[in-house]
């Protein structure tokens, strides 16, 4: 696996839409565009590794900076922490079912700013608490996100005496919009991930039908050194031996995007 990279290796701006200014750091100097959102607790060492994979496959990455501390590795104290900070957070409606978080509206912006920036639609990679906020980009983006690529969507958390496991984070009016006309969509999981579980990719594929296309790891797999508590198929978990289901995922996303991303204007 090729070393993650320093944040020095990316170029950075702050960047305002509505009353929210955020990091973004950018990546590549050209190729397709992908707004790759990451994880908790932040921008880590495995997400940078994941934007740089991506620019070797002939995309430009931009990450907004979204909560954390940048380029600092996690740690089970560090995702504690953010966790926490996560269910309180006005911008992260994190137990919502049937809900959107607001920090969407924001990422809606950038990403308008991101195409316009690349002369083209642009695609979207989110990543386990972000990781549903990839199918709610395609709406009210003017047709200007493709592509969406959701690895272990992991909103809404569930609640005691709820059925969460199988509600998705997005709004009925959403959920109507996808319906009618349903974007090809790309979902990544481990079979044994209890933050994101059978339950709602079978309610992804009720809204999608055959437009969602789903990748699920076998876990645990010893024989492919696949843990029990296998979660980010993309960044913590993935291997670079080309026979492992992690690095064939990671083929099967790089695929998808050049796939629904070529050719747009």
């Known amino acids: 696996m090729i070393p993650a990279p320093s944040l020095a290796e990316f170029a950075h701006s702050s960047e305002t839409v509505g009353t929210a200014t955020r990091t973004v750091y950018r990546i590549g100097a050209s190729g397709p565009g992908i707004v790759l959102m990451h994880e908790i607790p932040g921008i880590t060492p495995q997400v940078l590794r994941l934007a740089k994979l991506l620019t070797q496959r002939g995309f430009q990455v931009a990450l907004p900076s979204l909560f954390g501390s940048d380029g600092e590795e996690g740690s089970r104290l560090l995702d504690g922490e953010m966790l926490v ?41 989110g990543l386990c608490i972000t990781g549903g906020f ?105 291997s670079d031996d080309p026979g492992h289901p992690t690095w064939a995922a990671f083929e099967r996303v790089v695929a998808f995007l050049h796939t629904n991303l070529a050719n747009l204007g």
Do not use: K
Request: neutral net charge.
């Open 85 to 125: 900070r996560m269910c309180v957070s006005a911008e992260f409606a994190v137990f919502a079912a049937n809900g959107s978080s607001p920090v969407v509206n924001w990422l809606r912006g950038f990403c308008r700013r991101y195409s316009a920036e690349t002369g083209a639609p642009v695609g979207v990679i």
């Open 134 to 238: 990839a199918l709610s980009l395609v709406l009210d983006t003017d047709g200007l996100v493709r592509a969406p690529v959701m690895s272990e969507p992991t909103l809404p958390f569930p609640l005691p005496f709820t059925a969460n496991a199988s509600a998705l984070h997005l709004t009925p009016d959403e959920q109507t919009s996808l319906q009618a006309r349903p974007p090809p969509c790309l979902g990544l999981r481990f079979t044994g991930d209890y933050r994101c579980r059978v339950e709602r990719f079978d309610a992804y594929q009720r809204l999608l039908g055959d437009r969602f296309i789903r990748i699920e790891i076998v876990s645990p797999d010893p024989g492919q050194h696949v843990s029990a508590a296998a979660h980010s198929v993309l960044t913590n978990e993935l």
